[in-house]
């Protein structure tokens, strides 16, 4: 990596403005992403919150840095509880069923695993010791079985949502008791939970408090403390986590060590369905399960990389099926020299055109990561390899190579799928075969008909005929 050269801009959300990235540990920059509550299938707000940072860690990679990605799993959590109870199972088991299906998901969305993956319930001790610390040094209080962060005790709460005191309120996420009974608890009704106790019956574990379990926020400070260090270089997440989640991470980290918890907050906008945001409790999502019935995954991953991580994107199935082309401009290009011998050279306009494009390429990710950019210069030199005729394959093949490895820091494969036919299709090419067949009977052309079985034979579909009509199966 050229320090000279690779001068990266991000907009940190904590100063509210573009700021020069300069990682703590020269070449080394660690990131800590907050991953998923497994209590419920995957949707696409998720997964544009998972490729956005997935494609910033891999062009961090791609320019030279060394970097280690940390990304959690909050598998303890009343909602997981909540869930469990509803289907009459353990919330331990609930918590791995979707944790499968999150992996699942993000392997077929081609999102890259991260260097560590930890589970909130792996950290109990570490956060039973991180709470012990802020008791210690006069942050947090017990009150009953409960222990609550003080807000007045840290003078800088509020800096990363803008906001002050007066208008704060207390954390979506707390537990689930009348505010009234939290006011006889709490110091102040900002305080938030560190941790929690529970009825013996529910999910928990022994503390000095008593039985219960941590709150939410306090499993990322821990996790960021023990494998990243007390000081990491980027904390991101989606802009609904920026208050009061990211908030109260910054106010236990920041009290117990008494400097950053991160240099740079970066966070992605809302996926919004009629200017709504996509979310399970407004039953406005779509699963990533259902959408890759419909949709190839590089075909998501374009259309959330086409808008600038930081704005909203509106979502409608039209407007993801609106990919589809541009999506096919870059497949087409990527594979016009399939099954060509190499012929003609490069000379120094392609060679120039490539180097062009990669700078071109960079400026536009230098730039906060501006994959919307990046993407319109794939299409550029799709454009340019498609203008290139078979006699000047090999000076194709140059750009072709250019366009693979910068699509690929996209997380795109660009694989030719465009005559992999989707199971409906395949029934209903079957179904219009049967209906050829049944018309030469029909016609008593049973030659023909005969001939239709025997193809369909051939390629592993056995034909039956019934009283209601031909039916058919695979053998």
């Known amino acids: 990596m050229n320090s000279e050269v690779e001068k990266i801009q991000v907009f940190n959300t904590l100063t509210g403005k573009k700021e020069d990235f300069v990682p703590v540990s020269g070449k080394t920059v660690k990131i800590y992403a907050c991953g998923p509550t497994v209590y419920d299938s995957s949707h696409l707000g998720h997964a544009r919150k998972e490729i956005v940072w997935d494609t910033v860690q891999r062009y961090l990679r791609f320019v030279g840095y060394d970097v280690i990605y940390v990304r959690n799993i909050t598998d303890v959590d009343d909602k997981?509880?909540?869930?469990?109870?509803?289907?009459?199972?353990?919330?331990?088991?609930?918590?791995?069923?979707?944790?499968?299906?999150?992996?699942?998901?993000?392997?077929?969305?081609?999102?890259q695993a991260p260097d560590f993956e930890?589970?909130?319930?792996?950290?109990?001790?570490?956060?039973?010791?991180?709470?012990?610390?802020?008791?210690?040094?006069?942050?947090?209080?017990?009150?009953?079985?409960?222990?609550?962060?003080?807000?007045?005790?840290?003078?800088?709460?509020?800096?990363?949502?803008?906001?002050?005191?007066?208008?704060?309120?207390?954390?979506?996420r707390e537990q689930v008791v009348a505010q009234e009974e939290l006011q006889k608890l709490k110091k102040n009704a900002v305080d938030f939970a560190l941790w929690k106790s529970a009825d013996k019956d529910e999910l928990g574990w022994q503390s000095p408090w008593g039985y219960g379990r941590p709150g939410w926020h306090l499993e990322c400070s821990t996790m960021v403390k023990h494998i990243l260090g007390e000081t990491i270089d980027i904390h991101s997440g989606g802009e609904d986590l920026v208050f009061p989640h990211h908030e109260n991470e910054i106010a236990?980290?920041?009290?117990?060590?008494?400097?950053?918890?991160?240099?740079?907050?970066l966070h992605n906008g809302f996926?919004?369905?009629?200017?709504?945001?996509?979310?399970?409790?407004?039953?406005?999502?779509?699963?990533?399960?259902?959408?890759?019935?419909?949709?190839?995954?590089?075909?998501?991953?374009?259309?959330?990389?086409?808008?600038?991580?930081?704005?909203?994107?509106?979502?409608?199935?039209?407007?993801?099926?609106?990919?589809?082309?541009?999506?096919?401009r870059l497949v087409r290009a990527a594979h016009l020299n399939d099954g060509l011998e190499q012929k003609g050279t490069a000379g120094k306009d392609i060679l120039a055109a490539a180097e062009k494009f990669k700078a071109e390429f960079r400026q536009a990710m230098n730039n906060d990561?501006?994959?919307?950019?990046?993407?319109?210069?794939?299409?550029?030199?799709?454009?340019q390899i498609s203008a290139l005729k078979d006699k000047e394959s090999a000076a194709r093949q140059v750009l072709i190579d250019v366009l693979l490895e910068h699509a690929a820091v996209l997380g795109l494969t660009l694989l030719d799928n465009r005559k992999n036919l989707k199971d409906e299709q395949k029934e209903k090419l079957v179904g219009i075969l049967l209906d050829m067949r049944q018309k030469a009977?029909?016609?008593k052309d049973f030659e023909r008909a005969d001939a239709i079985r025997k193809q369909l034979t051939d390629i592993g579909i056995a034909v039956m005929d019934t009283a209601q009509g031909a039916t058919w199966e695979t053998i």
Do not use: C
């Open 369 to 383: 990561f501006n994959t919307a950019i990046a993407i319109s210069h794939l299409y550029q030199i799709a454009d």
């Open 271 to 328: 996926i919004q369905v009629s200017q709504e945001k996509m979310a399970k409790s407004l039953g406005n999502f779509k699963t990533i399960k259902d959408l890759l019935k419909e949709f190839e995954p590089d075909a998501i991953r374009l259309f959330v990389l086409q808008t600038h991580y930081r704005n909203p994107i509106d979502f409608s199935p039209e407007s993801l099926a609106a990919v589809k082309s541009g999506l096919q």
């Open 118 to 172: 930890p589970r909130a319930t792996e950290f109990i001790a570490q956060m039973i010791s991180f709470v012990e610390g802020l008791i210690a040094a006069g942050h947090a209080y017990q009150a009953g079985g409960d222990v609550y962060f003080d807000v007045a005790s840290f003078d800088d709460y509020g800096k990363l949502g803008k906001k002050n005191l007066d208008e704060l309120l207390v954390g979506a």
């Open 441 to 443: 009977k029909a016609d």
């Open 252 to 265: 236990q980290s920041e009290a117990l060590h008494k400097h950053p918890l991160a240099r740079y907050w």
């Open 80 to 111: 997981i509880i909540n869930r469990a109870k509803e289907r009459g199972i353990g919330p331990d088991k609930l918590a791995r069923e979707y944790t499968f299906a999150f992996w699942e998901d993000m392997h077929a969305l081609n999102v």
